[in-house]
């Protein structure tokens, strides 16, 4: 059963943090991409993919993900997510998205590295 997606923007200190709960599919395109350009606008130095854990992504989401992604680059930005299981884990590395990103276990791993 899909989740419909829900995606909240809140920053802390200097990390600004894009929060996925449900599933992520291309119905959520607009609002990823809504909630990445309110990020950007800010010009962020970190930004976080939280996913809730059990959000599941297809196709089409992963493409999100990897739009997303590949519009920082070459900006001072470092790219992090979090919430993904195992399985989405060696998806993003075998898309090649672990080599622009960071895919850490909570956001605490972020203020260590």
């Known amino acids: 059963m899909r989740r419909e997606c829900k995606i909240k923007v809140h920053k802390e200190t200097d ?13 959520a395109e607009k609002a990823m991409d809504d ?5 950007c606008d800010n010009n ?6 939280k996913f809730d854990g059990n959000s599941r992504i297809n196709s089409a989401g992963i493409a999100i993900v990897i ?10 930005c470092k790219i992090f997510i979090t919430g993904v299981s195992k399985h989405f884990r060696k998806i993003f590395e075998l898309v090649g998205l672990t080599k622009f990103t960071t895919i850490v276990d909570s956001e605490e791993e972020i203020e260590r590295l």
């Open 15 to 27: 990390l600004f943090t894009i929060e996925v709960v449900g599933d992520l599919t291309a119905s």
């Open 44 to 49: 962020p130095k970190n930004i976080l993919l």
């Open 35 to 39: 909630a990445y350009k309110q990020v």
């Open 67 to 76: 739009n997303l992604v590949m519009q920082r680059q070459g900006k001072d």
